[in-house]
Structures are given as C-alpha cells and as structure tokens.
C-alpha cells in the first residue's frame, strides 16, 4: 500500500512539473516570444500588451512549444488557450482556422526539426466558425462570430486502444459555445505542441505517417502570405500525465556563439534572438578560480542582433571556460541572467596534428543535421571553416522577403538561426571561420562588383554586378556570420559602405588566409558581352569561355585581396609552419553537362548513376560562377598562393572534389579540396567522355590532367560524384552531401584530405570516405618546383626550422617562402639565373641574406 502510494504520489509530482503556462510581458513588444517557443516565421509574431500576436496573416502559421512534448505513454492531456481576432471589426473570415497541433513530428525524429517543419492533428476554429478535430468536414459544431474573445480546451484521455479527443469552445465569461469530439489513435498524441494561426485551405490532420516521413513533403505545405487570419493568443496552458518537461531545450536569447584565437587575440560574437526593448549590454565572463570574471561588454547591433568581443592580450596557454551573460526582465518583470557557456581551447600550437572540418552547401534537408554534428565530432577537430551557403533563401520553408529591411532580416535571421541550432554544440568551443556567400545574401549567384548596388532581383539584377539586398542588409549577414574573424587585413569598407572582412588566421601553427571570392568579382554579362552570359551561363554558341573569356580588366579578388596573399605568404611568424587558404569555391570548373546544355538550370538537375554506371554524353562546362573565371585574376590568385605553398579549401560547387591546379604547367600550383554540400538539393557531376591525361595506375576513368571549360589546368583525382546508395532518405543520399576533413601533420608536413559521405558513420570499424579518398600530400606539393633548376644547399647551423625566402633578382619577384624542417635544404626553382635567399628566424629577429646564388640544372 506504501508503495502504491509512493509510486501515485511520483506521478503527480513528475505531471506537476510538467504543467506549463505561458507568461508573455506587459509593456513589451518584440519579435521573439521568449525562450520556451520558436514562431513560423520569425517576422509575423511579436508579442504585445502580454499576448502572442500572429499579426501577418498566411498559411501555416504555427508558434511551437519547445520545452514540451507527449510522450508515448499512456496519459492524459489537457489544454487551452485565450484568443481573439486582431481586428476589431466583424468582417467575415475566409479560409483557415485557428487553434491547436498536437502530435507534432518532422520526418528526421528530431524536436528541432518538429519545431521547424513539423506535422501533427490539428484542432481548433475554422475561418466560418466550425469546431473541428482533424477534419473540418466531421465538424458538429459551429459558434457564430466575431472571435473577439474566446477560450478553446482541448483534451485528451485513453478510451480502449484509442483516445477520446474533446474540443471546446468557450465565451469570455467561461459558458460553452461549442464542443466536437473525436477518437484518435496513440500516435497522434505523440510529439510537439503548437499554436497555429493558418490562412487558406485547412487539410485533413495529421497526413499519413509516410507522408511525414518524406522529407520532400514538408516542402509541399500550404505557407504563403496572405489571408485574413490574424489572432492573439494568451494564457495557453499545457497539463496532464502525456505531457513531460525538456527545459534543456529552451532556445535564448543567447542562441549561439562563434570565436576565434589568433595571435593572443579573442574574437567571438554572441549571436542573441530579437529581444527588442531589453537592455543593449552583453557581457563575457571567463571563469577562475574565484568564479565568473568579467572581461568585456559589448552592445546588441539593433539590426544583426549580436553582441562581438574583442580581447587582446589573451591567455592562450590554457582552456578557458567561458560564458555570454545578457541581463533582461523575465515575465514577471524581474531582471534575470540570461548566459550561454562554453570554452575557449588553448591554442595547439604543439598538437602533431591539427584538424579541419569544412562544409558548404548547409540547406535544411535533413534538419538539425544531428548525425553530421556527431560524426564531424568523432575527427575531434581543431578548427572549422563554414565556406558559405549557410543558409539558403528557401530554408525553413515561407519563401524569401526582401523589404521592408526589418522584415528582410527578420527573415534571414530566422534561417542563420537554423544554422546556429544545428552547430551550436560544435562552435560553442571550437573555432571557426564563416565566410558569407551568394545564397546568403540572397543571391543565385553574386559578381559583387566591388560591393555596388544591383537595381532588380533575379537573374536581371544579379547579372549586373554588386548586390541586390541594401547595403545594410548585407552588412548586417556579415555581422552575424564573420564578425568574431580577426580583425580584416585592410578594414576600409567597398562601395555603399559595405564591409570586408577579409584577412589571416593563425592557430595551432596554420597560417589560414581568409579571402572574400565574390565581393570584387566582375560580372560576366557585362565583361563579356559576347557570351551573352545569363546567370554564369553563355547563351552565344558562338562564344568560347576558353578562347574568348579571358578579358583584360576582369577581377576575381581584385587588387586589395591580392596584395593581402602576396603578403600573407611571405609571413611566416608567429611559428607557422603550414598555409592553407580559404575561400567560397574553387579555381577550376570541375563539372560536365550533356553536351550542348547552356545552363545547369534548363538540363535535368538530378542525373543520379548507380554504381559502376558512366554517362557517355557529357562534357566540360564553362559556369562563370566558378572561379575559373576570369582566367588571368585565376592565375594571379595561384601564383600568390604558390609563393607560400598554401591548399586551399573551399567549397559552393555542391560537388566534392580534390584537384591541383596548374598554370604555366599541370601540377605547377596548389592543391585544392572542394567539399560536397551538407544538405544537396542541387547535385552536379563530373562524368568526363574522356579519361585525364597521364592518369595514375588503378584510378578512376574520371581521374587524370584536364582543361575545364574555361581551359584552365587542372588535375582531377577524385570526385564525389551522386550515385543511387540504399541508404534513407534517397531524397537527401543520392545527392552526395556530405563534409570535408583536412589534417595537418606537423612532423611531416603531410596534409591529408577526406570527403567524407554524410550516411556513413566514421566510427563504425573499416568506415571509409567517398571513393578515391584519403588522399595525402607534402607541403611542398602546392607548388614547389619539382624538376629543372635548383640553387645550393642552405646549411643553418645551431637555427631549426627557419624561414627561407627565395627571391628572382632579375626582376625582384619572390618565388616561395616556407620554413624548412630541420636546418637544410637545397632550394628549387623555376628557371635559371640568379637569386637572393633570406634566411630568417621571423620571431627571434634573426636574417641573414645570401646574394648572386645561381641556379643549377638538375638532371
């Protein structure tokens, strides 16, 4: 008896703290709703006067209860809500309802992705006054209008094998006026909870659980603007024995954090909802052994919502937890301290092997991307670079808005907010470099032009060059996305003030240059009329990118980034002992077509192979969105990087793949890894008539040296190209998505590169990468001469490892610098003549140069 007691009286504590009732703030009004919810979309809610305000009106409209959910057990439920129309008129309604989604669930059983795109039983009001549960055509129950001010209770409790699901609603005096019940079985009240608000045609609820399982359907849903439902919601309560608490999973007002640490500088922008109205101080907080200290304040940006640090002088020598403090009434009034922890790793710099994750391409299939988070965590790496594409337009459903500028970035910050969901476990102690591209700042594709304005959307205005977006927008993406990088190489804004962020890092002894690809790129409909270039494509089968789009005047990185990689690779201080750039995309076209295609856009996008399948009807393209255009400004980014012996990592193309790029020569220039896209929705492939040129031995058809469209040199050694696996969901595997892991060997100075497919788990035993990866390299691979001419062999005595600079003294060009390991070498060269060796320690101060050193041919 004792015990059954006991056991009662655990219940109803566990039902007890459960029990949840909303409590939105008097005299506040904002966007964001409070930790406990997350709104879609983010810009057509706000709170206001102590009520949740769906004030635009639109399909689908849904505000969901994050730190809730029904469990599977057996259970009851109950629930209500005030609500009333905004309107204080009595216009008749048209389509949609008001009301309740029990039972919420997306298609990758995960609560984030139920919260995003989520399905469940819909219960409430209909647009004509009909109660309904599921389906508006069972309805038996209709109260009149105007829905000023009502209350509806749903609840729910076992009956048999099923539930007996009971809708009311009621007056605000609390009498009936309505009340319809249905029979629903387990699974429908199993999952998340919500508030819908939703314009339109009302579908029967929930669709068929294969329907929610495919995550192509929640793409299908009815979420466009316009309408007549708009509704407030207040005292929405949630009790009952299904019910149970995840408080962990509150989202805010801190949602994320990115940083980074590069010579003794900390950088790091706390990334907070639009808690509009609160106070604008953020604060960080390190923690020692007298507790939390605090070292910096920082103001919220009212447009970018970030708070960004900058704390020189810092203690690299050790991990530091840290946390973001933001200090705002809770809704009651009272202050509270909101904090967001984490930890600043010490800086590697004697780790024998430094580790890069990078990615690209990070649309929503597959939301949250839990099993990318896991499985980039298994390679425990060091540093992580975001090459762009973090968000796409069509992320999160509810399509794109452009103006207003608030509602525009209230839009975007609703889909950065996705991406941060998604890694915020990963950057919270991991640094990172993020750098911003065409997607998100609202592009196709971007020439920016040296950041001018492009009058029109579309292929008409981002043809012309620069940007479409207000420079306030793309500064605000910026902000949010690349603040935390250390400070830009040359801080002076482009044109409308548009700001660069362009610049190095150095961690763990890898020097990274982190360039801005698309912000000086000249567009090619205008540098080359004659192709008739529409969105990167050439309309003028006359036109030959190889022979005829290498323009004089065209830019790529334009003269300020260039100057920055001539500098950057002769540095080598700090105890760097490795360079690698890193940019939005490649330079090279490492893609076919059908022959005779203009476009990526009219041929089928999805050619998926099964394995060991060829299409023998494909050639080299020339997309002017590549960097292998323009082809001059190509080649003086290469040889720039070529001086310091830099990989380059990048990403964009959607395609993974690992090539060296050449110049005057095949293989005269840098190494490069294209990583596949995270979420693929828009596959390409490289499926060449022909096998490469001096193909190696047991490699595979599509390997070997090539002219890409453009006829630029490049060397293919393995592609990630989509091929049909049986692995679920197809719609996200056959797409080849997926990440690229990058390691750095201090000992030997080998790098390794991996793309690695996104289904497969690397922890499992005998896990490979894609086909034809692993692949390692030397250092010196990225451009090192290899044959012909060589000077006398440096011998430095008594200095380890120094710097050695070799210069052409016929027209005093630098030809490499790297630090050597040990403390000789015999320097190669391109061609013959003289040359001057600067033999440096640049941390100690040490030189010593040795003038008129001849070159010798080698045989």
Same mark, same amino acid.
């Given at each position: 008896?004792?015990?059954?007691?006991?056991?009662?009286?655990?219940?109803?504590? @566990? !039902?007890?703290?459960?029990?949840?009732?909303?409590?939105?703030?008097?005299?506040?009004?904002?966007?964001?709703?409070?930790?406990?919810?997350?709104?879609?979309?983010?810009?057509?809610?706000?709170?206001?006067?102590?009520?949740?305000?769906?004030?635009?009106?639109?399909?689908?409209?849904?505000?969901?209860?994050?730190?809730?959910?029904?469990?599977?057990?057996?259970?009851?439920?109950?629930?209500?809500?005030?609500?009333?129309?905004?309107?204080?008129?009595?216009?008749?309604?048209?389509?949609?309802?008001?009301?309740?989604?029990?039972?919420?669930?997306?298609?990758?059983?995960?609560?984030?992705?139920?919260?995003?795109?989520?399905?469940?039983?819909? $219960?409430?009001?209909?647009?004509?006054?009909?109660?309904?549960?599921?389906?508006?055509?069972?309805?038996?129950?209709?109260?009149?209008?105007?829905?000023?001010?009502?209350?509806?209770?749903?609840?729910?409790?076992?009956?048999?094998?099923?539930?007996?699901?009971?809708?009311?609603?009621?007056?605000?005096?609390?009498?009936?006026?309505?009340?319809?019940?249905?029979?629903?079985?387990?699974?429908?009240?199993?999952?998340?909870?919500?508030?819908?608000?939703?314009?339109?045609?009302?579908?029967?609820?929930?669709?068929?659980?294969?329907?929610?399982?495919?995550?192509?359907?929640?793409?299908?849903?009815?979420?466009?603007?316009?309408?007549?439902?708009?509704?407030?919601?207040?005292?929405?309560?949630?009790?009952?024995?299904?019910?149970?608490?995840?408080?962990?999973?509150?989202?805010?007002?801190?949602?994320?954090?990115?940083?980074?640490?590069?010579?003794?500088?900390?950088?790091?922008? @706390?990334?907070?909802?639009?808690?509009?109205?609160?106070?604008?101080?953020?604060?960080?907080?390190?923690?020692?052994?007298?507790?939390? /200290?605090?070292?910096?304040?920082?103001?919220?940006?009212?447009?970018?919502? =970030?708070?960004?640090?900058?704390?020189?002088?810092?203690?690299?020598? /050790?991990?530091?937890?840290?946390?973001?403090?933001?200090?705002?009434?809770?809704?009651?009034?009272?202050?509270?301290?909101?904090?967001?922890?984490?930890?600043?790793?010490?800086?590697?710099?004697?780790?024998?092997?430094?580790?890069?994750?990078?990615?690209?391409?990070?649309?929503?299939?597959?939301?949250?991307? @839990?099993?990318?988070?896991?499985?980039?965590?298994?390679?425990?790496?060091?540093?992580?670079?975001?090459?762009?594409?973090?968000?796409?337009?069509?992320?999160?459903?509810?399509?794109?808005?452009?103006?207003?500028?608030?509602?525009?970035?209230?839009?975007?910050?609703?889909?950065?907010?996705?991406?941060?969901?998604?890694?915020?476990?990963?950057?919270?102690?991991?640094?990172?470099?993020?750098?911003?591209?065409?997607?998100?700042?609202?592009?196709?594709?971007?020439?920016?032009?040296?950041?001018?304005?492009?009058?029109?959307?579309?292929?008409?205005?981002?043809?012309?060059?620069?940007?479409?977006?207000?420079?306030?927008?793309?500064? $605000?993406?910026?902000?949010?996305?690349?603040?935390?990088?250390?400070?830009?190489?040359?801080? =002076?804004?482009?044109?409308?003030?548009?700001?660069?962020?362009?610049?190095?890092?150095?961690?763990?002894?890898?020097?990274?240059?982190?360039?801005?690809?698309?912000?000086?790129?000249?567009?090619?409909?205008?540098?080359?009329?004659?192709?008739?270039?529409?969105?990167?494509?050439?309309?003028?089968?006359?036109?030959? @990118?190889?022979?005829?789009?290498?323009?004089?005047?065209?830019?790529?990185?334009?003269?300020?980034?260039?100057?920055?990689?001539?500098?950057?690779?002769?540095?080598?201080?700090?105890?760097?002992?490795?360079?690698?750039?890193?940019?939005?995309?490649?330079?090279?076209?490492?893609?076919?077509?059908?022959?005779?295609?203009?476009?990526?856009?009219?041929?089928?996008?999805?050619?998926?192979?099964?394995?060991?399948?060829?299409?023998?009807?494909?050639?080299?393209?020339?997309?002017?969105?590549?960097?292998?255009?323009?082809?001059?400004?190509?080649?003086?980014?290469?040889?720039?990087?070529?001086?310091?012996?830099?990989?380059?990592? !990048?990403?964009?193309?959607?395609?993974?793949?690992?090539?060296?790029?050449?110049?005057?020569?095949?293989?005269?220039?840098?190494?490069?890894?294209?990583?596949?896209?995270?979420?693929?929705?828009?596959?390409?492939?490289?499926?060449?008539?022909?096998?490469?040129?001096?193909?190696?031995?047991?490699?595979?058809?599509?390997?070997?040296?090539?002219?890409?469209?453009?006829?630029?040199?490049?060397?293919?050694?393995?592609?990630?190209?989509?091929?049909?696996?049986?692995?679920?969901?197809?719609?996200?595997?056959?797409?080849?998505?997926?990440?690229?892991?990058?390691?750095?060997?201090?000992?030997?100075?080998?790098?390794?590169? !991996?793309?690695?497919? /996104?289904?497969?788990?690397?922890?499992?035993?005998?896990?490979?990468?894609?086909?034809?990866?692993?692949?390692?390299?030397?250092?010196?691979?990225?451009?090192?001469?290899?044959?012909?001419?060589?000077?006398?062999?440096?011998?430095?005595?008594?200095?380890?490892?120094?710097?050695?600079?070799?210069?052409?003294?016929?027209?005093?060009?630098?030809?490499?610098?790297?630090?050597?390991?040990?403390?000789?070498?015999?320097?190669?060269?391109?061609?013959?003549?003289?040359?001057?060796?600067?033999?440096?320690?640049?941390?100690?101060?040490?030189?010593?140069?040795?003038?008129?050193?001849? !070159?010798?041919?080698?045989?």
């Amino acid at each position: 008896m004792k015990r059954a007691s006991l056991i009662a009286l655990l219940v109803c504590a @566990a !039902a007890a703290a459960a029990e949840f009732q909303s409590q939105w703030p008097k005299g506040v009004e904002r966007p964001w709703p409070g930790p406990d919810y997350w709104t879609n979309p983010l810009q057509d809610w706000r709170i206001r006067d102590g009520r949740l305000e769906c004030f635009v009106a639109g399909g689908d409209r849904n505000a969901f209860l994050l730190t809730r959910e029904l469990s599977a057990a057996r259970g009851d439920l109950r629930m209500s809500v005030k609500l009333g129309r905004l309107e204080s008129d009595t216009a008749p309604l048209k389509q949609g309802f008001v009301g309740f989604r029990v039972g919420v669930r997306g298609a990758f059983k995960h609560y984030a992705d139920s919260a995003v795109r989520g399905y469940g039983l819909n $219960a409430g009001l209909a647009a004509d006054g009909r109660l309904f549960i599921g389906r508006v055509a069972d309805s038996t129950a209709t109260i009149p209008p105007p829905f000023h001010n009502l209350e509806l209770r749903l609840s729910a409790e076992p009956a048999g094998g099923n539930y007996r699901v009971v809708l009311q609603a009621l007056d605000a005096a609390g009498r009936t006026l309505g009340e319809v019940q249905a029979q629903a079985p387990d699974a429908w009240l199993t999952g998340g909870l919500a508030l819908v608000c939703s314009s339109g045609v009302i579908e029967d609820s929930p669709p068929p659980a294969d329907r929610i399982d495919d995550p192509g359907f929640a793409a299908k849903r009815g979420t466009q603007r316009g309408g007549t439902l708009r509704f407030w919601f207040r005292d929405w309560k949630v009790s009952g024995a299904k019910v149970t608490a995840h408080e962990d999973r509150a989202l805010g007002p801190i949602l994320f954090a990115m940083h980074t640490l590069s010579r003794k500088v900390l950088k790091l922008t @706390a990334q907070l909802a639009p808690v509009d109205g609160a106070p604008r101080d953020v604060f960080l907080e390190i923690r020692g052994g007298a507790g939390w /200290r605090r070292i910096g304040t920082a103001a919220i940006d009212p447009l970018s919502r =970030t708070a960004t640090f900058r704390v020189p002088a810092w203690d690299d020598t /050790r991990d530091t937890p840290y946390r973001v403090l933001h200090r705002m009434p809770d809704p009651a009034g009272r202050p509270r301290d909101y904090a967001f922890e984490g930890t600043i790793r010490r800086d590697p710099v004697d780790k024998p092997r430094i580790v890069v994750a990078a990615f690209t391409g990070n649309n929503d299939l597959g939301f949250p991307h @839990a099993d990318v988070v896991r499985s980039v965590s298994y390679f425990k790496p060091d540093f992580l670079a975001y090459t762009g594409d973090q968000i796409y337009e069509r992320v999160g459903e509810y399509g794109t808005e452009r103006a207003p500028l608030e509602t525009a970035t209230l839009d975007y910050l609703r889909k950065w907010y996705i991406f941060g969901w998604e890694y915020r476990d990963l950057l919270k102690d991991i640094p990172a470099v993020c750098l911003p591209d065409d997607h998100d700042v609202y592009h196709g594709n971007l020439w920016g032009a040296g950041g001018r304005h492009a009058e029109g959307t579309g292929f008409q205005g981002q043809d012309k060059g620069g940007y479409t977006m207000p420079a306030a927008f793309v500064n $605000a993406v910026q902000r949010t996305q690349s603040s935390h990088h250390p400070d830009p190489y040359d801080p =002076t804004p482009v044109e409308q003030g548009i700001t660069v962020y362009y610049g190095p890092v150095l961690y763990g002894g890898v020097s990274f240059a982190v360039i801005e690809d698309r912000k000086w790129k000249s567009p090619p409909r205008y540098a080359v009329p004659k192709g008739d270039i529409v969105n990167g494509w050439a309309q003028n089968p006359a036109y030959d @990118a190889a022979r005829d789009g290498d323009v004089p005047g065209a830019e790529l990185l334009g003269p300020r980034q260039e100057q920055f990689l001539e500098r950057w690779a002769a540095d080598w201080s700090g105890g760097a002992w490795m360079k690698a750039v890193i940019s939005q995309t490649i330079f090279a076209n490492v893609v076919t077509l059908p022959k005779g295609a203009t476009s990526d856009n009219v041929t089928p996008k999805l050619r998926v192979t099964r394995p060991g399948e060829y299409p023998e009807d494909e050639a080299p393209v020339a997309d002017h969105d590549s960097n292998g255009w323009p082809q001059s400004a190509r080649n003086r980014a290469l040889r720039a990087m070529r001086r310091g012996l830099a990989l380059h990592i !990048a990403g964009d193309q959607h395609l993974g793949s690992t090539a060296q790029y050449g110049i005057e020569e095949f293989n005269d220039a840098a190494w490069a890894i294209c990583v596949p896209a995270v979420a693929n929705v828009w596959p390409r492939r490289w499926f060449p008539p022909q096998p490469g040129g001096n193909r190696k031995p047991g490699s595979l058809r599509y390997t070997g040296e090539y002219l890409d469209g453009f006829g630029n040199k490049m060397t293919v050694h393995a592609v990630s190209n989509p091929y049909m696996v049986e692995v679920e969901p197809t719609a996200l595997t056959h797409r080849a998505p997926g990440y690229g892991i990058v390691t750095f060997d201090r000992a030997t100075r080998k790098i390794t590169l !991996a793309n690695w497919p /996104r289904w497969v788990d690397p922890s499992r035993p005998g896990a490979t990468p894609y086909e034809g990866w692993p692949i390692t390299i030397d250092q010196a691979d990225n451009g090192l001469p290899r044959r012909g001419w060589t000077l006398e062999k440096v011998e430095t005595p008594g200095l380890t490892d120094p710097v050695i600079q070799v210069i052409d003294q016929a027209g005093g060009e630098i030809v490499y610098t790297l630090r050597i390991r040990g403390s000789s070498f015999t320097p190669p060269v391109f061609k013959e003549g003289l040359y001057t060796l600067r033999i440096t320690d640049p941390d100690k101060r040490y030189e010593k140069v040795l003038k008129d050193q001849p !070159a010798r041919r080698v045989r």
